[in-house]
């Protein structure tokens, strides 16, 4: 098959594992910059131009979008999409993804477990807010965070309400959340391919830290999870319409909990503290896929 990984840099673990394990099972594998495709959409026939050249002939396309450029990055994924390349995650659901307050929503909906979690918009009513979570201890978080960063623990009400307080004076966007506290500062990522957990970590935080992410000190180690945290991973990326994802649990006296869905998972952590081979699996996937004369996307870039 001839695929395209977008991805803003070929030297990534993630990409370049991905272009390795692809031309290993003998596929024409190509690293394109998101940022450098340019589209024609002023035709009946859309195309994607990269380099001077017209992108053609693809059967396959696996994103690699940062966060800081869903936007454009979605923008070029649905080109494809409405050329009818299939994608590994369709452009809907990577932007469903990317916006925490939309994804935990439509896990309610769904009845996925979840913290507790609130937003509001004015100061006037942070008081009933965490009242609304339970009160303290809680974790207030900004929508725009990632690695760890802007997710606080306010262990009163006090500290809770100034620090919602600034946040709000600063015109940045959070959600409140309910404090996990047993836990005990680990996450479990549960790796998703297809209607599988392929491989599943712990996180454990550092001592004295909440956060369990790798950036902020965090460590992974292999982990058995119950069939329960399974499905729950299963069903949550269904949910959000993603066949890859990383889906983030938190293990509660209720239950697993589930955090936040993850479009496009690193394979260095996972591959690391499981061994697996997690790039081949995706091949796997979209090999099968590929078999099936189904359309290749459900939405064709029409969402
Ligand atoms: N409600 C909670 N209860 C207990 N611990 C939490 C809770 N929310 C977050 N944490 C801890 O804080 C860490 C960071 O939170 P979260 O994953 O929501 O933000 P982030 O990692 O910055 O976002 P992203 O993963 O999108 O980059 C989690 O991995 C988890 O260990
Ligand atoms: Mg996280
Ligand atoms: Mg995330």
């Given at each position: 098959?001839?695929?395209?990984i977008?991805?803003?840099?070929?030297?990534?673990?993630?990409?370049?594992?991905?272009?390795?394990?692809?031309?290993?099972?003998?596929?024409?594998?190509?690293?394109?910059?998101?940022?450098?495709?340019?589209?024609?959409?002023?035709?009946?026939k859309?195309?994607?131009?990269?380099?001077?050249q017209?992108?053609?002939?693809?059967?396959?396309?696996?994103?690699?979008?940062?966060?800081?450029?869903?936007?454009?990055?979605?923008?070029?994924?649905?080109?494809?999409?409405?050329m009818g390349?299939?994608?590994l995650?369709?452009?809907?659901?990577?932007s469903?993804?990317r916006?925490?307050?939309r994804?935990?929503?439509l896990?309610?909906?769904?009845?996925?477990?979840?913290p507790?979690?609130g937003?509001?918009?004015?100061?006037?009513?942070?008081?009933?807010?965490?009242?609304?979570?339970?009160?303290?201890?809680?974790?207030i978080?900004?929508?725009?965070?990632?690695?760890?960063?802007?997710?606080?623990?306010?262990?009163?009400?006090?500290?809770a309400?100034?620090?919602?307080?600034?946040?709000?004076?600063?015109?940045?966007?959070?959600?409140?959340?309910?404090?996990?506290?047993?836990?005990?500062?680990?996450?479990?990522?549960?790796?998703?391919?297809?209607?599988?957990?392929?491989?599943?970590?712990?996180?454990?935080?550092?001592?004295?830290?909440?956060r369990s992410n790798?950036?902020?000190g965090g460590?992974?180690?292999v982990?058995?999870?119950?069939?329960e945290?399974?499905?729950?991973?299963?069903r949550?990326?269904r949910?959000?319409?993603?066949?890859?994802a990383?889906?983030?649990?938190?293990?509660?006296?209720?239950?697993?909990l589930?955090?936040?869905?993850?479009?496009?998972?690193?394979?260095?952590?996972?591959?690391?503290?499981?061994?697996?081979?997690?790039?081949?699996?995706?091949y796997?996937?979209?090999?099968?896929?590929?078999?099936?004369?189904?359309?290749?996307?459900?939405?064709?870039?029409?969402?």
């Amino acid at each position: 098959m001839k695929i395209a990984i977008l991805s803003r840099n070929p030297s990534l673990y993630s990409t370049s594992r991905l272009k390795e394990a692809g031309e290993k099972r003998g596929h024409e594998v190509h690293v394109i910059d998101t940022l450098r495709c340019y589209m024609n959409m002023a035709t009946h026939k859309p195309t994607i131009h990269y380099q001077g050249q017209v992108l053609e002939g693809f059967d396959a396309i696996i994103p690699r979008i940062g966060a800081s450029i869903t936007f454009y990055g979605t923008a070029v994924l649905r080109q494809f999409e409405m050329m009818g390349v299939f994608p590994l995650n369709e452009s809907v659901a990577i932007s469903r993804a990317r916006d925490k307050l939309r994804s935990l929503q439509l896990l309610s909906r769904k009845g996925v477990g979840m913290p507790v979690t609130g937003f509001a918009h004015s100061p006037d009513d942070i008081r009933d807010l965490i009242s609304m979570v339970g009160g303290a201890p809680l974790v207030i978080k900004l929508l725009e965070g990632t690695q760890g960063i802007g997710v606080v623990l306010a262990e009163t009400r006090k500290a809770a309400e100034s620090v919602i307080e600034a946040f709000m004076g600063l015109k940045a966007n959070i959600l409140v959340q309910e404090f996990i506290k047993e836990a005990g500062g680990a996450d479990i990522r549960c790796f998703v391919v297809g209607d599988k957990v392929v491989a599943a970590m712990k996180r454990q935080a550092q001592p004295g830290e909440f956060r369990s992410n790798l950036h902020r000190g965090g460590q992974a180690s292999v982990i058995k999870i119950t069939p329960e945290e399974r499905s729950t991973a299963v069903r949550a990326a269904r949910v959000m319409g993603l066949n890859v994802a990383g889906v983030d649990l938190l293990r509660s006296n209720h239950g697993p909990l589930v955090m936040e869905v993850n479009s496009s998972p690193g394979l260095e952590g996972i591959e690391t503290a499981t061994g697996k081979d997690i790039a081949g699996l995706i091949y796997s996937f979209i090999e099968k896929k590929s078999q099936e004369k189904k359309p290749s996307t459900r939405t064709k870039g029409q969402g």
